[in-house]
Each structure stands twice: as structure tokens, then as C-alpha cells.
């Protein structure tokens, strides 16, 4: 049994906890009519670490991204999330389990201010009444005002102060990107799923993205999920990776495992398939 | 010069999230409201109140109850007539069942029954979106109207079918009838609009109004983030048609003293309402007070101009009057199809630079 088996837990090498199983997917099938996007996955996601899903264009990928997100309801498998078995929810239910995530197409509130859109992100953990909000006293004003510390906090942390007030229509894609990524931060996940969260962007903002998901993951010890095609990146930010093709699993462990697994290599540079 | 933010400084949450940040709008808005209850009811006319400023009011409310729905929610409907004649039966019918109760409570109440009309009418909304939804609330335009028609229960089982307001009074004063004076009228209408308003601007800015915003901008993101659409819509649907349900009541209470539902409340009236809220603009408060007045005051500007400065015959200057409300409506829809908000907000942000914009 390697370190990384270790039901428990283990220390990184750059001394950062990992914890034990928060997510577990066992034998997870999903078809869409006849078309099988995902075959008998199953993998684990640890508490603090992050957990990369990679392989190329069709893989299944987003899929998988839209199962652990409860997006899509598998035909075949089980969800584990803390311990126990998550039946059949919709997508609001799953966000209060504390799973939060962005988009690869960003998916904003465009009429709405940056600093409305990110506070969308706590909707889940205001309790005031309509009567309340409606004449503005009491819990709703309480609210208020408390969950906007919280969200000038990830304002803050990143860098976003200027464009709080502008309206989320007229940015440009990069601080869309950063936005997104807010609002998925404001509802304090327990795992927070990134879908390419680096995708179309240069390189110097590529550096700046990954730094904040390594902040994240480091300050908040938020357990992230991501998707990723830029290799460089995936190998540099992710404790573990699965990899996929054709809807099938066919690597897992850590970076360097994964870069010397012969059917990732395979299926990156190409063979024939059967 | 005198209209900007420097120096004007912030030192909470609670104040930066007011609704007038500038000093000078707050000044300007508490000043408004002063002259609209201090002033006008000492200067009112007949004339001012029927024809201006009690319509002006009333389609001031129903413009802001559809613009939730229809500007913050996204979900379009061409119903507000028949919600609008729920809220007149309703008053009508509380108040020749409980005479004795105040006339303002059963206005509320009438509200309370729209709302929960509406929120039967909105169900169809969970399912289908956009043009399809609008048909479907045509459907309780159409529903409504000929239910009020055909149970004769409705209006009492008057011959005429008609509904008529009886005379009742607030505080003494008499508020509905037929020698209800001015002021009270006027006041009456203020009364609700100016509270409604308050309440709806604090709904849309708080949790209410970014589920409702989240909904409309983006329906699949909002439920992953943890909005239920179920009732972020319905409730939507309840406030919505709680505020018309109140225009409706009052609007047969205060202004008509007698109506009938299909000519009071015919879908005319869902049609009018609509293009109120996308003139002045869609998701504004201010924007449901800019589209009623410019739906109510041209027609009446127009005619003074025409009939009364111009001299011409009443029935050309009707005709002339209707092609010139269509094509300025045509005229402000291109020049800034956000609406009359939108004019009043870049108006106000040249105005923070003016006079050196560089």
C-alpha cells in the first residue's frame, strides 16, 4: 500500500493535509440516448486536495463534471459525498450539500453588478422572510450587510475591487473567468468544481488563475476538482489525476504516474483504437 | 458641478448599498415626496386628479407589480388586466360582505387574493419560457375576464352586471363614490404607490431580487448556485400580482367608481401596462413611474396642444393624437431601447463629469 492509499490521510510534499474520502464515485455509467458519454468510471476526490480530470476533446469529461455536480443523474452508479449515498437531487439541493462550481462557457449573470453576482453565491445560506427583505429590517438587513463583508473578502483576495460596480455584461473574459470563480468561492463550498477554468486565456493570465486556485485550495483548504487541457498547468497544480478516453477510465494517480502510463500516452499521442 | 461622489464618503456596507448614494439624489427625492403631500393636495383640481396625476399613479403600480415579473424575473406575461380585475372584484366583494372594515384593508386584501391567483396562473412558468409563458397568462387574461362576466355572484347580481363602488371613508374622510374630492383621491393612490414602491425597490435589491435577477439572466446557472426555481418564481408571481391586484382595486375603487370587466380590464389594459414597463424600462422601479407617466401624460399633453392650443376639431386631433403617441413610442424605442431608465441613468453619469468629461 503506497502513502496515497492511506484511508486517513497523508501529508504532501509541500506540507499540505490531505484528508480522507469526501467523494467517492463507484461504477458510474451514463448514456445519453445511444451514446455511452461515461463507462464504468469510478474514482475518489479527497478532503483538501486537488484532483485534476483530463484526457482529450469528447472524453467525457464535462460529464463527469456535470455527475459530481448532480447536473446529470447517472443511469448506472453510485455518488458518495461525505460519507453517505446522494440520491437523486436537483441541482439547488446539491449547491446547499456545498458543492459549488464554474462554467467552461462562463455561465454569469450578465444584468447583474460584479458585486451582485458573487453575492448570488450565498444565496443558500440567507434565511430571512419575504417580509422581511420587504421592508428591510431585521434578519434581512442583518444579512445584508454581514454576507457583504464575506464577499468583499474574496473580492479582496482576487483583486477585483475596481470592477465591483460595473455591470458583469461589459467585462472582458479574463476577469469573467475571476468573477465566476468568485461567486463559486462565496457559497464556501466543501468542493468547488472547476470546468477549464483556464481555457482561452494567455499565459500571463493562465499564471495569475492558477495562483488563486492554489491560494484557494491553501488558505480556505477547499477541496477542488478541475478540468484542465493545458498539461503544464494540470501537472504543476494537482495532487492527483484521473484520465479519460472515450468515456472510459484510463489512468489515475499521481502526476508522474500518470505522464508514464502508457495508454495515456497512447491516447494523447495516438494509436490505433480496437 | 454640484452633482458628485467626491467627498461624499462611505463608511459602511449598509451605506454604500443605499438606494440614492449621491447626497444630491437623497435631497432630491426627499424634496419630491414633500411637495407630492404637502403641496399638491392644497393646489389639486378635478381636472388634474382624474385625468393626470390619480391614473398616473394607479398605472404607476401596476406598471411596477408587472415589471418584477416581467423586468427583474424575466418571465413575460399579458395577464395584468385579469389580475387587475381580480383586485376590483375582490374589494368589491369584501366590501359589501364586511361594510364596516376599513376600505384600505380590503385594498390589501384584494391584493393578498390577486397574489395567490397569480401564483395559481404562474405554475405553467416552471415549465415553459419566454412567448409560449405569455400565451399561457393570456389564457387567465381571457379565463378571468369571462369568469367575472358569467358568475353573476361576482357583481352582486346587478342588472346591469356592472360593479359600483359604494361610498366609504378613511379617517372620516370620504375616499370612494362619486363626490370623493380631489385630494383624497389623490392621496389615497400616492399613499399605496409610495409604499409599494419602497417595497418593491428593497425586494429587488436584497436576496429576493438577485434570485429573481439570476433567474432571468441565467435560469440553469441560478439553480446550481441553489436558487429553487419553484419559488423564486412563484413568489415572483405573488408580489407581482399583489401590486396589480392593488392597482386593480384602485383603479375601480378610487378612479372608475363602476366598472365592468371586459371593458375596464380587457387585455388592452395587459397590452398598455406592458408597454409601459418596456418604455420606461425593463428591472427599474424608476422606470415603471417613468413609462406610466409617459403613457398617461402625452396623450393628455397632446391633446391640450392640439385641441386647446392649436384649435383644431376634437375628433382630428384624436386620430392625429394616436399616430403621435405610436411613433414616439417607435422613437424612444430606438434611440435607447433600455428605456426611460436608462435615458435618466446616462443623463446622470454625463452629469457626475460634467463640465469636463475628460
Given amino acids: 500500500m503506497t502513502i496515497m492509499e492511506n484511508p486517513a490521510g497523508y501529508i504532501t510534499a509541500d506540507g499540505r493535509k490531505i484528508g480522507g474520502t469526501l467523494m467517492d464515485l463507484r461504477n458510474i455509467t451514463l448514456r445519453f440516448g445511444g451514446v455511452t458519454a461515461i463507462k464504468d468510471i469510478s474514482f475518489d476526490i479527497r478532503e483538501g486536495e486537488i484532483r485534476a480530470i483530463i484526457g482529450p476533446n469528447g472524453a467525457g469529461k464535462s460529464s463527469m463534471l456535470n455527475v459530481i455536480s448532480g447536473f446529470y443523474v447517472p443511469q448506472e452508479g453510485e455518488v458518495w459525498f461525505r460519507g453517505q449515498r446522494r440520491g437523486q437531487m436537483r441541482p439547488y439541493q446539491v449547491a446547499r450539500l456545498g458543492i459549488a462550481r464554474t462554467f467552461q462557457n462562463i455561465a454569469l449573470f450578465d444584468g447583474m453588478s460584479v458585486l451582485d453576482n458573487i453575492m448570488t453565491g450565498r444565496l443558500t445560506m440567507m434565511k430571512s422572510n419575504l417580509l422581511q427583505q420587504a421592508v428591510w429590517r431585521g434578519a434581512a438587513e442583518r444579512e445584508e450587510t454581514a454576507h457583504r463583508e464575506k464577499v468583499e473578502k474574496i473580492i479582496d483576495f482576487l483583486e477585483i475591487q475596481n470592477i465591483r460596480k460595473t455591470p458583469v455584461g461589459r467585462l472582458p473574459y479574463g476577469l469573467k473567468k475571476r468573477v465566476e470563480l468568485a461567486r463559486a468561492l462565496a457559497a464556501e463550498p466543501n468542493l468547488l468544481l472547476l470546468d477549464e477554468p483556464m481555457a482561452g486565456m494567455n499565459v500571463e493570465e493562465k499564471e495569475d488563475m492558477s495562483r488563486f486556485i492554489l491560494d484557494v485550495n491553501d488558505e480556505f483548504g477547499t477541496t477542488i476538482a478541475l478540468i484542465e487541457h493545458d498539461m503544464g498547468v494540470v501537472m504543476d497544480l494537482s495532487d492527483r489525476v484521473v484520465v479519460m478516453d472515450y468515456g472510459r477510465k484510463i489512468g489515475d494517480g499521481t502526476p508522474d504516474e500518470v505522464r508514464n502510463n502508457q495508454a495515456v500516452i497512447d491516447a494523447y499521442l495516438g494509436v490505433a483504437h480496437d | ?358
Fill in chain 2, 1 to 358: 458641478m454640484i452633482y458628485r461622489e467626491a467627498g461624499d464618503f462611505k463608511a459602511s456596507y449598509r451605506a454604500d448599498g443605499q438606494t440614492f448614494p449621491l447626497r444630491l439624489d437623497r435631497t432630491a427625492y426627499w424634496a419630491l415626496l414633500a411637495v407630492a403631500f404637502l403641496v399638491v393636495p392644497f393646489v389639486i383640481t378635478d381636472y388634474w386628479a382624474t385625468s393626470v396625476l390619480v391614473p398616473f399613479l394607479i398605472y404607476a403600480i401596476a406598471a411596477l407589480g408587472l415589471n418584477i415579473l416581467v423586468g427583474y424575473t424575466g418571465q413575460v406575461s399579458l395577464g395584468t388586466g385579469g389580475f387587475m380585475a381580480v383586485g376590483a372584484y375582490a374589494t368589491y366583494k369584501l366590501t359589501t360582505m364586511f361594510p364596516d372594515v376599513s376600505i384600505l384593508i380590503h385594498v390589501v386584501l384584494a391584493g393578498g387574493v390577486t397574489a395567490l391567483v397569480g401564483m395559481l396562473f404562474g405554475l405553467p412558468s416552471l415549465r415553459i419560457k419566454g412567448f409560449y409563458l405569455a400565451v399561457s397568462t393570456l389564457a387567465a387574461q381571457f379565463f378571468l375576464i369571462w369568469l367575472f362576466n358569467k358568475v353573476p355572484w361576482f357583481y352582486n347580481y346587478s342588472a346591469s352586471g356592472q360593479i359600483t363602488m359604494p361610498e366609504r371613508t378613511v379617517f372620516g374622510v370620504l375616499v370612494t363614490g362619486p363626490s370623493t374630492s380631489a385630494p383624497a383621491k389623490y392621496l389615497v393612490c400616492l399613499g399605496f404607490a409610495v409604499i409599494l414602491a419602497w417595497l418593491a425597490r428593497n425586494l429587488t435589491r436584497g436576496t429576493s431580487g438577485r434570485k429573481w435577477m439570476a433567474i432571468r439572466d441565467m435560469d440553469i446557472a441560478a439553480e446550481i448556485i441553489g436558487v429553487n426555481p419553484l419559488t423564486a418564481k412563484l413568489t415572483s408571481f405573488a408580489v407581482s400580482s399583489f401590486m396589480i391586484g392593488i392597482a386593480g382595486a384602485l383603479f375601480f375603487a378610487v378612479y372608475l367608481g363602476a366598472a365592468e370587466a371586459s371593458e375596464s380590464f380587457g387585455i388592452n389594459k395587459s397590452f398598455l401596462i406592458l408597454f409601459m414597463v418596456i418604455i420606461g424600462g425593463l428591472g427599474s422601479v424608476f422606470g415603471s413611474f417613468a413609462g406610466a407617466a409617459f403613457m398617461v401624460l402625452l396623450p393628455v399633453l397632446l391633446k391640450n396642444v392640439l385641441v386647446g392650443g392649436m384649435g383644431w376639431p376634437t375628433d382630428l386631433a384624436a386620430h392625429i393624437e394616436l399616430m403621435i403617441v405610436g411613433a414616439l413610442i417607435v422613437f424612444f424605442l430606438i434611440v435607447e431601447p433600455h428605456g426611460l431608465a436608462q435615458l435618466w441613468r446616462l443623463t446622470k453619469e454625463k452629469l457626475r463629469l460634467w463640465p469636463f468629461p475628460h
